[in-house]
């Protein structure tokens, strides 16, 4: 069965730079939740998206954006990176529910984006 | 605000049982998540629980009392494979569904 894509797995940066991780949700999902999980901590909420618009915003920086496009696609763009952003980044998504209503279905997480700042 | 605690880490014995143990406060309560999490790589789906009661899968299940905010993951006939991070999730009523992690149980299996 298909599952959820990330790309890229590994990313290696400079303080200051930009980068862009990218989240391919399983086919038919129409929600993806971005997390990120700094060393020995648990997944931290970012931001999520529903029918390509923004449904929930946790602790993401002002530095971050993200948006989902129309093949339900996301990406996660960072910028002016600091060596605290060093983490893993993991995208998850879900299906609608019976009620058509995402929020009642399991996530399933894809392999994560591990950036390092140096 | 909302509050998911767990034990830091456990140990137990290949082939025995062990029972991990989350509470959580939260306000708007819609379902419980376990999750098992080995090092560096993605949460795995394992149970979700949103009435009270028990829900068995295999050599795993989960319980819920959602008066005491208090919910368990069961793990039987325990493998050398199970050694992992367990994270228990709450997903909170309008807000996007998004989960809210605890810091997760890290159970070693000895033989």
């Known amino acids: 069965a298909a599952g959820v894509i990330q790309s890229p797995r590994h990313l290696i940066k400079e303080k200051r730079e930009t980068a862009t991780l990218k989240c391919y949700p399983i086919?038919?999902?129409?929600?993806v939740y971005w997390y990120q999980q700094g060393p020995g901590q648990d997944p931290q909420f970012l931001i999520s998206?529903?029918?390509?618009?923004?449904?929930d915003k946790g602790s993401i920086p002002d530095r971050f954006s993200a948006q989902q496009f129309s093949d339900y696609h996301s990406e996660l763009n960072m910028s002016s990176l600091e060596l605290g952003d060093s983490a893993l980044y993991f995208c998850?998504?879900?299906?609608?529910?019976?009620?058509?209503?995402?929020?009642?279905?399991?996530?399933?997480f894809g392999p994560g984006t591990r950036l390092t700042v140096l | 605000g909302q509050n998911i605690d767990q034990p830091t880490e456990m140990t137990a014995t290949e082939g025995a049982i062990v029972q991990i143990n989350c509470t959580y406060q939260?306000?708007?309560?819609?379902?419980l998540f376990w999750y098992q999490q080995h090092a560096g790589e993605a949460p795995t789906f394992l149970s979700y629980?949103?009435?009270?009661g028990l829900e068995e899968k295999g050599r795993f299940s989960s319980f819920l009392s959602r008066s005491k905010g208090y919910s368990y993951l069961l793990l039987k006939e325990l493998q050398m494979k199970d050694s992992a991070s367990y994270l228990c999730?709450?997903?909170?009523?309008?807000?996007?569904?998004?989960?809210?992690f605890g810091q997760g149980t890290e159970l070693s299996v000895k033989p």
């Open positions: 998206f529903y029918e390509k618009m923004q449904s």
């Open positions: 939260t306000s708007g309560f819609n379902g």
């Open positions: 086919p038919r999902h129409d929600t």
């Open positions: 999730a709450v997903r909170v009523y309008n807000q996007g569904g998004k989960l809210i």
């Open positions: 629980n949103v009435l009270d």
């Open positions: 998850a998504s879900s299906s609608p529910g019976l009620a058509g209503a995402s929020s009642y279905n399991e996530q399933f």
